[in-house]
């Protein structure tokens, strides 16, 4: 359906800011609701951020609400996250999705990309 590559993690001091970016192939972005998820070690993996197909719905976590902002330029095919205010305990892989519906949930979404890495130093 369509396929998901993730870049722009690296490492940042804390109170930093990165811009994480979600490339698209084959079937539009525009047709998906999309996704961010990360995974720290021992972790599971946990809702980040939610947008709708049309963008008019977003969804947080409250961890990350108010410092984290998720977008989609249907033109360019590419998801974005951006972060601000970076913690510590925001270190982990940080995963792109894609699915049918909006949701805070893993399980709704059908493609996913490698993830990329982000580490916050203190």
């Known amino acids: 359906q369509v396929q998901l590559v993730e870049s722009g993690g690296g490492l940042v001091q804390a109170g930093g800011s990165l811009r994480l970016s979600c490339a698209a192939s084959g079937r539009a972005i525009s047709t998906y609701a999309m996704g961010w998820f990360r995974q720290a070690p021992g972790k599971e993996r946990e809702f980040v951020a939610g947008l709708s197909r049309s963008s008019n719905n977003k969804l947080y976590a409250e961890s990350v609400k108010g410092r984290f902002t998720i977008s989609r330029d249907n033109a360019r095919g590419t998801v974005y996250l951006q972060m601000n205010g970076l913690k510590p305990e925001d270190t982990a892989v940080y995963f792109c999705?894609?699915?049918?519906?909006?949701?805070?949930?893993?399980?709704?979404?059908?493609?996913w990309g490698q993830g990329t890495q982000v580490t916050v130093s203190s």
């Open positions: 999705a894609a699915g049918p519906v909006t949701s805070t949930y893993s399980t709704a979404y059908s493609n």
